[in-house]
């Protein structure tokens, strides 16, 4: 499985974007696909996950009122839409796929594939 990151960018405090995150088609239909951040020292963070075939995704309730993740699966996309971004959103974001219950979708291990990351900066 191949993902590949984009849409990250230099934002203001209370902009907005968008991260995409294409995929190759082989065999993703039984993943679910996550995104996840890391900023500079700090460990990697769950953003949210969607299943790719059938629904449901997650987003934890810190995230939920200014993140939604999406997916398109005829372009075989997802998307993570950012709004009202802060300082603290500050990070490399990556996307991944894992094959594990929801459950799990929250653990960076549950995950086999990784996309390179992309960069997103909030400026004060």
Not at 59 to 70: A, E, G
């Given at each position: 499985v191949q993902l590949q990151a984009s849409g990250g960018g230099l934002v203001q405090a209370g902009g907005s974007l968008r991260l995409s995150c294409a995929t190759s088609?082989?065999?993703?239909?039984n993943y679910a696909l996550g995104w996840f951040r890391q900023a500079p020292g700090k460990e990697r963070e769950f953003v949210a996950a969607t299943r790719w075939i059938g629904g449901g995704s997650y987003?934890?309730?810190?995230?939920?009122?200014?993140?939604?993740?999406?997916?398109d699966n005829a372009a075989n996309t997802i998307y993570l839409q950012m709004i009202n971004l802060g300082p603290e959103d500050t990070a490399v974001y990556y996307c991944a796929a894992t094959r594990s219950i929801r459950s799990?979708?929250?653990?960076?291990?549950?995950?086999?594939?990784?996309g390179q990351g992309t960069q997103v900066t909030v400026s004060s």
């Open positions: 088609r082989s065999t993703i239909s987003v934890p309730d810190s995230l939920k009122d200014r993140f939604t993740i999406s997916r799990a979708w929250s653990y960076p291990s549950s995950y086999s594939y990784w």
